[in-house]
């Protein structure tokens, strides 16, 4: 069993800073690729950003130059650092984990947490 706890979601000013943390416990043998995904009322969950075990990132184009993943494997942790953020930002932000367990491999997701930009 793997679990999958993200924090530091909250209600932000338009142009201001969050820093958004994910961290992944349970019996994981190898953890691959950890990533964001935001879902916004109405809207399809898309993908953030995303960093692979070998420290390869990708990015949203709507969040390029924004916003920087990065990852601590001996913590099996994910950070998402966003700034100057919009109101588009708006969005229930999921943490995902590709990891490998004794049972096999599979995706893993948090429970969310909400981030809010609004003045």
């Known amino acids: 069993q793997v679990h999958v706890v993200e924090s530091g979601g909250g209600l932000v000013q338009p142009g201001g800073s969050l820093r958004l943390s994910c961290a992944a416990s349970g019996n994981i043998f190898r953890i691959s690729a950890m990533g964001w995904y935001r879902q916004a009322p109405g809207k399809q969950r898309e993908l953030v950003a995303r960093v692979t075990s070998g420290g390869i990132t990708s990015y949203a184009e709507s969040v390029k130059g924004r916003s920087t993943i990065s990852r601590d494997n001996a913590k099996n942790t994910v950070y998402l650092q966003m700034n100057s953020l919009k109101p588009e930002d708006t969005a229930v932000y999921y943490c995902?984990?590709?990891?490998?367990?004794?049972?096999?491999?599979?995706?893993?997701w948090g429970q969310g947490t909400q981030v809010t930009v609004s003045s």
């Open positions: 995902n984990v590709q990891a490998q367990t004794f049972a096999g491999g599979r995706d893993y």
